[in-house]
């Protein structure tokens, strides 16, 4: 509940919350992120489309359907080139099909050591621990990987509480990619992960 609570405190606005009603009261919602696209150098808005659900007693009328579409035509003329999600199930992941979303990257959850990620990184590249999210010092990194989606100032201010730990992969102090985890113990558990 308290990261629902921050979720929302942090990205809740009219300008971005679309939903069907009945009797005054919203039934299918959905809520839009704004994060950025980096495509020839420059930075453009995108949409990460979130909290999509429908009250249990008014599923399978078609109203999710009529949501996505108004989403996508209002996202459409606010200029946002591209959206995304990311589907609950693989049931869902057909389903998000019917409007145009296409598969585009795959990632494995899990608790993992810092042995682990090590092990798998090359060319001397190292797991290091850091402190806040230096947004600034990663952007002009963000401009050079074309087509990567990358968070917002806005986007990382929802992790920039306890229980949450930045890591970066870097080498020789530069970085390359930023992870975002809870720690337990000697390991941490991966939620998110931006790469630059």
């Given at each position: 509940?308290?990261?629902i609570?921050?979720y929302?405190?942090?990205?809740f606005s009219?300008?971005?919350?679309?939903?069907?009603e009945k009797?005054?009261?919203p039934?299918s919602?959905?809520?839009?992120?704004?994060?950025?696209y980096?495509?020839?150098?420059k930075?453009?808005?995108?949409?990460?489309?979130?909290?999509?659900?429908?009250?249990?007693?008014?599923?399978k009328?078609?109203l999710?359907?009529?949501?996505i579409?108004n989403?996508?035509?209002?996202?459409?003329?606010?200029?946002?080139l591209?959206?995304?999600l990311?589907?609950?199930?693989?049931d869902?992941?057909?389903?998000?099909?019917?409007?145009?979303?296409?598969?585009?990257?795959?990632g494995?959850?899990?608790v993992?050591t810092?042995?682990?990620?090590?092990?798998?990184l090359?060319?001397?590249?190292?797991?290091?621990?850091h402190?806040g999210?230096?947004?600034?010092?990663?952007?002009p990194l963000?401009?050079?990987?074309?087509?990567s989606?990358?968070?917002t100032k806005?986007?990382?201010?929802?992790y920039n509480?306890?229980?949450y730990l930045s890591?970066?992969?870097?080498?020789?102090?530069?970085?390359?990619a930023?992870a975002i985890?809870?720690?337990?113990?000697?390991?941490?558990?991966?939620l998110?992960?931006?790469?630059?």
């Amino acid at each position: 509940e308290s990261f629902i609570d921050m979720y929302f405190n942090n990205f809740f606005s009219l300008d971005d919350f679309y939903y069907v009603e009945k009797d005054n009261k919203p039934i299918s919602m959905l809520l839009s992120v704004p994060y950025n696209y980096c495509y020839n150098e420059k930075l453009y808005p995108f949409a990460y489309l979130s909290g999509i659900l429908t009250k249990e007693e008014y599923r399978k009328r078609g109203l999710c359907e009529e949501l996505i579409k108004n989403t996508l035509n209002s996202l459409y003329k606010k200029d946002y080139l591209l959206c995304g999600l990311i589907a609950a199930s693989n049931d869902l992941v057909s389903y998000y099909k019917k409007f145009s979303f296409n598969d585009c990257c795959f990632g494995e959850k899990g608790v993992f050591t810092k042995k682990q990620i090590n092990n798998v990184l090359v060319d001397n590249y190292v797991l290091e621990e850091h402190k806040g999210y230096f947004f600034n010092d990663l952007l002009p990194l963000v401009t050079k990987k074309e087509n990567s989606i990358s968070h917002t100032k806005q986007t990382l201010n929802l992790y920039n509480e306890k229980p949450y730990l930045s890591f970066v992969v870097g080498y020789q102090y530069t970085s390359r990619a930023m992870a975002i985890g809870i720690k337990k113990k000697d390991c941490f558990e991966v939620l998110d992960i931006s790469y630059h």
